[in-house]
Nanobody, 123 residues
């Protein structure tokens, strides 16, 4: 199993930026793709984007394309979610998760999950 720990959440004003981190440990070799999700109160968990660990290739949902960027640092076993031009509707708990299937983004495709980090965007 891969253990994931998110960090970097907090309170930010609309228009600001935050960078979330997801540090991985454990059976890293089983980690093929890292995805980012978020869940706002009363809403379903939403897939945002993903990065292929080996090549660094990325995929983004239209809802965040152009504002959010995913990157990774292989040496640190860490993936990042850079969030720019934040809006109040970006307020949510943000999660990272791993999957071995690039291109299949349903929740059930992701096996290991972090505990989440809260992002609050004030207007």
């Amino acid at each position: 199993q891969v253990q994931l720990v998110e960090s970097g959440g907090g309170l930010v004003q609309a228009g600001g930026s935050l960078r979330l981190s997801c540090a991985a440990s454990g059976r890293i070799l089983n980690m093929y793709v890292m995805g980012w999700f978020r869940q706002a109160p009363g809403k379903e968990r939403e897939f945002l984007g993903a990065i292929r660990w080996s090549s660094g290739s990325t995929y983004y949902e239209d809802s965040v394309k152009g504002r959010f960027a995913i990157s990774r640092d292989n040496a640190k076993n860490t993936v990042y979610l850079q969030m720019n031009t934040l809006k109040p509707e970006d307020t949510a708990v943000y999660y990272c998760a791993t999957t071995r299937s690039y291109g299949s983004w349903s929740l059930t495709d992701f096996g290991s999950w972090g505990q989440g980090t809260q992002v609050t965007v004030s207007s």
